[in-house]
């Protein structure tokens, strides 16, 4: 069952590079921006002390980087059985630690993020999400992972491999697709949460996600405004993309439309125009 549709319309040199590059990790650039979060951290103060539902820069964070897969749909494409697709909805996927413990698991989160959802809204249904996952896990996926694992291991590896082909002709199940987190527009890794500098991240060849991102620490930094030395509040995001669903100006656009949505929150609930 298919999440996307065929781009018909797609150049002929988007479609040859869909064929031509087999893994998207021969497809992947690295790039990165160093956000400045000063005026970001100041809004997601005043917002907690409002006593709205609790926000954080990770969350602002994704909230900005769905608002500009929406602005730039193009993005929200995939690559599989060496075509171009445009992606069902923009779903985004993340991880959160259980608690501080080392020993502590992962949490998974996969998300659908729609066009008009309030910045109010996504923070109350986020947290709501979260803490449910940091104390129950997500039991449906558990049951069906604990499934597959109880295959023979040999069997289980060939029945992985598989995926792509039976994505690609529309066999591959709507559950799986629906619990499996790499099946996603986006995935965001907070490495800031744990005082971590940001990393550069391969594309995993499971799923179809073209797009990972992470999230470093936020510190302060001397940089240069108008010709002066100044110290601002830097935290570093370095993202890793599939060039084959497109170009590197476009990708640069809507790069520089998430860095400004991100410095500047307020254009989140509306009350400054929308970069363009």
Known sequence: MAHGTLVPDAPPYRRLAAMLSTRRNEAAVYFEEAIDVTDTLAFVARWN????????????????????????????????????????????????????????PLVVVKRRFEADESLEDFARAMEARVRTARVEGDREADREYDLLLKIPHPILR??????????????????????????ASAYLSNLGSVGGATAWHHLYEHGDIPLFGTLGRAADEVVARDGSAVVRTLARMRFTYDERIEDG?????????????????ERLVGDAPDPT
């Not at 006593?51 to 820069?57: A, D, S, V």
């Not at 995926?163 to 799986?176: C, I």
């Not at 100006?249 to 929150?265: K, S």
């Open 49 to 104: 002390a409002e006593g709205r539902p609790h926000l954080t820069l990770f969350a602002v964070t994704l909230y900005a980087l769905a608002k500009t897969l929406h602005a730039h749909p193009r993005l929200n494409r995939y690559v599989t059985g060496g075509r171009l697709y445009q992606r069902d909805g923009v779903w985004l996927s993340f991880t959160a630690k259980r608690s501080m413990e080392p020993a502590a």
């Open 158 to 183: 060939r029945l992985l491999a598989l995926a792509p082909w039976a994505q690609s002709v529309g066999l591959l199940p709507e559950w799986f697709m629906r619990q499996d987190p790499f099946f």
């Open 249 to 265: 100006f476009n990708a640069l656009r809507a790069t520089a439309h998430f860095r400004a949505l991100v410095e500047h929150p």
